[in-house]
């Protein structure tokens, strides 16, 4: 079976910086394009950032563009967000999804797997 887990939320002061990772097993990590995607409290999913399968296109949300930067390391199947200069307005649950596709898509019916989430708080 596929799972996806992710790691390394918690909580941390405005400015400082955190790096989740999400694991894969279960499925061959390169023919994957991955994604992050953060959900607060009252608010829609959102799209944060992904890679393609290469890991050569990288987009990101415009409130997180120039703070938060996504990697992926195919020989540890496991997929990075690095997080600095964190605002309270980033406090949300954070997932990892895993596409099919080429390149990472903004929308979330592109996604085949998803983690179940890690959460990140941001005290102002």
Request: glycine share 12%.
């Amino acid at each position: 079976q596929v799972q996806l887990v992710e790691s390394g939320g918690g909580l941390v002061q405005a400015g400082d910086s955190l790096r989740l990772s999400c694991a894969a097993s279960g499925l061959t990590f390169s023919a994957y394009a991955m994604g992050w995607f953060r959900q607060a409290p009252g608010k829609a999913r959102e799209f944060v950032g992904g890679l393609s399968r290469s890991g050569g296109v990288t987009p990101y949300a415009d409130s997180v563009k120039g703070r938060f930067t996504i990697s992926r390391d195919n020989a540890k199947s496991t997929v990075y967000l690095q997080m600095n200069s964190l605002r309270p307005e980033d406090t949300a649950v954070y997932y990892c999804a895993a596409s099919p596709k080429l390149l990472a898509s903004v929308a979330s019916r592109d996604y085949n797997y998803w983690g179940l989430g890690t959460q990140v708080t941001v005290s102002s």
